[in-house]
């Protein structure tokens, strides 16, 4: 028999940034929920959607409901007889409701005595019976970014339903047959076109388009297959890699067309292509062109103009510069593709005569006479305004360049001035009209206005990195001569931030991190992981803090909550380049130094499968343990003539040898050849403990031997701490 | 169709739809919204339907009449539906079909835009009807004005008159619209556009006094007022009170009167009369009447 599940709930248009984790949450959540009704799918859950419609497909699900068999306790035996044997009304009243005889109960032994207990036997009911409760339960468990009322409930006591746009219509078959269902209205709003929304067998098509009879009309299925097809029919395109692959080639005929190619920022910088198919249902592409006059204007304003505003994809030719032309990814057949393109053209050419506007305008005033403006531009009540932020980052970034970076005093100049320029661009028209281009418009003003490379590159790049990724930072191509200077701003504007902000008491909690601090620091990670410093990250931290000259503060933990802060941050920056949590944690005692702990931990990760370093970490957790309590009064030098065993004399001399060659190492940051001499020490650790007794009754032999262990232990902690994987292989 | 035509087929077609056709408010606003036929009724349990255009001032967006697609003040076709019915989105796109567009040969589409007044203290989820790229109507299902919660939910429909008259004259310049036979928009709104935007800009002298402290202290005395009625407990004039306030709050952010820093607090105190304004008149008899439907759906 057919025993196919087919579930689509049909919304107004969901947000396209929903559907690709809304597509998830459904079939999640229908699998938990089938599962919770003793109904666990037997074939795998298949997910789709649109902008219109959430869908859900079993191939086969059982007939009925597993069997279900409990134990219901009832009181204690004790209290259970009266002492002629005769039930008590305690245990007559349980055998009742459970509608059986006080003969036919078991007795439980359980830890506080003996119960009466009834087993209860339950047949599994047909499928067809309990999918209204699946369906009931499923909407109720899916979660959306915002929830809206739409005046509707389900009637299972919990009120009303709240969900991401109206349900319209609901397609619920099991085995070809509609399983019954409805989400009520509240009494509020019912009248004749406030009405249930009740199941049953037709889904819709595309709202303007079909191949037969009326565009819109109610369409009816009996299976998935049908489904999909009847809405193919209707110009749905239900799988999303299909929509995503038709718009692909589209794009790509088109820009061919136009003797170009999509531009490649659309790829690197944004999900476009991501985001059309959850925009459409039966996507086409159609090109439009604007003035070649627009083609002044910065690429960064004509492509935001175009990605952001109107999802539209720019065109560049062969030589990566951009072209006059757009394409527009639309939802429907190209048959009026010209008079579209027209109406597209029209709104682009408008909003880029929006932007050449504000281009021309904002270029009036130079940066540096904007900062005043920056005074009335609050950056946090108890912080000041922009234009102290503004001042304070300027004396940070040149501090940062020069005792930081050893930048000569001409470079931190420009470092500095970068800073105070950097947020000026706040008070221009054309970051009021696009936000997004906060930063890299202000880089682009300081370019027109003649300001060294080393300057607005800083300026445009400042805000970056965003992501933890190692390229999320601008590239060394991008920067130029601007490295260190951007370096030093993007540190000096996140520090600032980081610890006014903490200092002010306004540390991000688990669910509100308001001020984005979290991405802050890790930025300030990132950065620090991909530069060479001469200062520590305490370091860096109170010269911002120097910053706000003793303003008051409301955190007085504020400093060591920064650098738990900090830390947290910089062990995610290195899971997600792919290093384990022990491995990261090996390494954490020298996450002052974002960039060695990287170095170091890349050593450990390439060393942590092989034998020896697994040796290493047992090893190295007993010198630990038994060292715990020790404090070395004299240096090993002079315990050595102490010792007389083999195997200890081979440690004390491999060791004489090793230490000096780990510090040298350390010393010029080879931390590969830091990890071999390591890694030599093994053998004769491994020996020393299979035949030397540590702790043995004479004082003197005993603190000899603990002393050498300390002497080790201090040599292999000032790389990293492998007793911290032992914990994590457990 | 030229521009007049428009409103009166979008008037006959939500006419025939079970709406009260109602005038614009005779005070300056930036949106329909903040009419009270919307405002005030989306609060409480009555149904209701109400059709109307309201101007909008924005004078932030006044453009000396320069700019071909921005205006000081654009007009607004405004529909509530409270309930919003099953087929609100079809009833949208009849509405269209009415004046002329055949949804066949254009993209028409829903993208989300989520609406939020913080002066109002309002918000709702929805829509910009995007027509061929172009957006030409806000859609939203409101959850909040006044700071209270609704129910039930209302509809709002917000068509942009002079986009969608761009849209079927097929011309690049608001100017260009034909208002009636044979009259242009520039016509009847050409001087009107540049006197605003050179009054709104600051460009006239006050005597005696600065540009923006004039409109501070006249800020102050409507907000005095409107304070003053909302104690009294008359709710249309102290709403309308408060959205001279709202003017006044743009015009001074317009002409960059007012710091950042300072916004905030303004927003603040005009969203608190709103917040009053709401409450006063959920808690009255006004908003309490039968929810029997009075103009139902002719349709």
Redesign the interface.
């Known amino acids: 028999m057919d025993r196919e599940l087919l579930l689509e709930i049909g919304c107004e248009e969901l947000p396209a940034g929903w559907l690709p984790g809304l597509t998830n949450q459904i079939g999640e959540t229908v699998d938990v929920q089938l599962r919770a009704h003793r109904l666990p799918p037997e074939s795998p859950v298949e997910t789709y959607s649109t902008p219109r419609r959430l869908t859900v497909r079993i191939v086969r699900i059982p007939e009925r409901q597993n069997d279900l068999e409990e134990l219901v306790t009832g009181p204690p035996v004790s209290a259970s007889f009266k002492p002629d044997g005769t039930p008590t009304p305690a245990a007559a009243g349980f055998a009742a409701k459970q509608g059986v005889d006080v003969g036919a109960l078991e007795r439980l032994q359980t830890p506080k005595g003996e119960y009466l207990a009834f087993r209860r036997r339950q047949r599994g009911k047909a499928t067809v019976d309990v999918l209204p409760e699946v369906l009931r339960d499923s909407l109720r468990g899916l979660q959306f970014p915002k929830a809206m009322h739409w005046d509707a409930m389900l009637e299972d006591g919990k009120g009303d339903l709240l969900f991401g746009r109206p349900i319209r219509w609901i397609l619920y078959l099991y085995g070809g047959r509609v399983v019954p269902f409805s989400i009520a209205r509240t009494a509020a709003a019912q009248t004749s076109q406030v009405q249930d929304v009740a199941t049953g067998a037709v889904t819709y098509g595309h709202r303007f388009l079909t191949t037969s009879g009326r565009a819109g009309r109610a369409i009816k299925v009996r299976s998935f297959d049908e489904y999909r097809a009847r809405l193919l029919e209707n110009f749905v395109i239900l799988e999303r890699e299909e929509r995503h692959d038709k718009i692909a080639r589209e794009l790509d005929a088109k820009a061919q067309r136009l003797q170009g190619r999509v531009s490649r920022t659309v790829n690197h910088e944004t999900g476009l292509l991501l985001e059309v198919p959850d925009l459409v249902e039966y996507p086409s592409v159609v090109a439009g062109t604007f003035g070649v006059e627009f083609l002044e204007l910065p690429e960064e304003v004509l492509t935001t103009t175009l990605i952001h505003h109107q999802h539209y994809f720019p065109v560049e030719g062969e030589d990566g510069t951009l072209k006059n032309a757009f394409l527009a990814v639309i939802n429907t057949e190209p048959d009026n593709e010209r008079t579209i393109a027209r109406n597209a053209e029209r709104v682009v050419t408008a909003r880029l005569r929006d932007a050449r506007f504000f281009w021309e305008a904002d270029r009036k005033i130079p940066l540096e006479a904007r900062i005043d403006r920056l005074g009335t531009l609050l950056f946090h009540k108890k912080l000041g305004s922009y234009k102290e932020k503004a001042e304070r980052i300027e004396r940070l970034a040149e501090w940062i360049a020069s005792d930081a970076l050893s930048a000569d005093a001409a470079t931190a100049k420009l470092a500095g001035q970068a800073a105070r320029l950097a947020k000026a661009d706040l008070a221009t028209d054309m970051v009021r009209e696009f936000p997004e281009l906060q930063g890299v418009m202000g880089g682009v003003y300081a370019r027109a206005e003649g300001q060294p490379e080393e300057v607005w590159k800083a300026i445009y790049y400042h805000y970056l990195p965003i992501g933890v990724e190692a390229d999320a930072p601008p590239t060394k191509a991008q920067l130029g001569k601007a490295a260190v200077t951007w370096a030093a701003v993007s540190l000096a504007d996140k520090l600032d931030t980081i610890v006014g902000l903490f200092a002010a008491g306004e540390k991000p909690t688990g669910s509100r991190d308001p001020y984005a601090l979290r991405r802050a620091a890790q930025g300030v990670v990132s950065v620090l992981a991909g530069t060479t410093t001469i200062t520590s990250v305490s370091a860096l931290v109170d010269q911002a803090y120097q910053g706000y000259g003793g303003k008051e503060v409301a955190n007085p933990a504020w400093r060591s909550a920064v650098f738990e802060f900090i830390k947290e941050r910089e062990a995610y920056l290195l899971e997600r380049r792919g290093y384990e949590a022990g491995e990261v944690q090996t390494v954490a005692e020298f996450w002052e130094w974002p960039l060695t702990a990287l170095r170091r931990v890349e050593v450990v990760s390439k060393y942590r499968a092989s034998t020896e370093f697994k040796s290493l970490g047992q090893l190295f957790k007993r010198v630990k343990n038994i060292t715990k309590d020790f404090q070395p009064t004299a240096p090993l030098v002079e315990m050595c003539s102490r010792l007389s065993e083999p195997a200890e004399t081979a440690l004390a001399d491999e060791m004489a040898r090793r230490v000096p060659a780990i510090a040298n190492a350390l010393g010029q940051e080879a931390f590969g050849d830091v990890m071999r001499e390591i890694v030599a020490l093994v053998q004769p650790v491994d020996r020393f403990f299979t035949e030397v007794m540590v702790m043995v009754d004479d004082p003197h032999l005993r603190e000899a031997r603990l002393t050498l262990l300390c002497k080790l232990k201090e040599s292999i902690l000032s790389f990293a701490d492998p007793s911290a994987i032992v914990q994590d292989d457990k | 169709m030229t521009f007049q035509s428009l409103i009166l087929k979008l008037s006959e077609f939500w006419a025939s739809r079970g709406c009260a056709l109602q005038q614009p408010l005779d005070v300056e606003v930036g949106a329909g919204t903040m009419h009270p036929e919307t405002f005030l009724r989306v609060l409480g349990?009555a149904?209701w339907r109400v059709a109307y255009v309201q101007p909008a001032r924005r004078p932030a967006d006044g453009?000396f009449g320069e700019?071909?697609?921005?205006l000081f003040k654009h007009h607004q076709f405004q529909v509530i539906l409270k309930?919003?019915?099953?087929?609100v989105?079809?009833m949208y796109?009849d509405s269209l079909e009415a004046c002329g567009i055949n949804?066949?040969?254009?993209?028409?589409?829903?993208?989300?835009d989520?609406w939020e007044s913080p002066t109002l203290g309002a918000w709702g989820?929805g829509?910009q009807v995007m027509?061929?790229?172009?957006e030409i109507s806000q859609f939203t299902?409101f959850?909040q004005a006044g700071g209270l919660?609704?129910?039930?939910?209302s509809a709002e429909l917000t068509y942009g008159l002079e986009r969608i008259a761009?849209?079927l004259q097929?011309v690049?310049s608001v100017y260009d619209i034909e208002w009636a036979p044979g009259v242009k928009y520039a016509d009847v709104r050409l001087r009107d556009e540049i006197e605003q935007s050179k009054y709104v800009f600051g460009q006239v002298e006050i005597p005696g006094v600065e540009f923006g402290a004039f409109h501070r202290d006249l800020f102050e005395k409507y907000y005095l007022l409107a304070t003053a009625l909302l104690k009294a407990g008359l709710i249309w004039p102290a709403l309308e009170h408060t959205l001279k306030c709202s003017h006044l709050f743009n015009i001074l952010d317009s002409c960059n009167s007012i710091?950042?820093?300072?916004r905030?607090a303004f927003i603040l105190r005009i969203r608190q009369l709103a917040i009053g304004v709401a409450k006063t008149y959920v808690e009255g008899d006004a908003a309490t009447s039968d929810?029997a439907?009075a103009i139902?759906?002719a349709s």
């Not at chain 2, 919660?149 to 939910?153: D, H």
Request: a negative charge.
């Open positions: 349990p149904h453009r700019n071909p697609n921005r309930p919003a019915p099953d087929d989105q079809q796109l949804p066949r040969q254009h993209d028409i589409r829903f993208e989300e989520n989820i829509w027509f061929d790229g172009m299902y959850q919660e609704l129910a039930p939910i761009m849209v097929r690049d710091g950042v820093t300072e905030t929810p439907p139902e759906g």
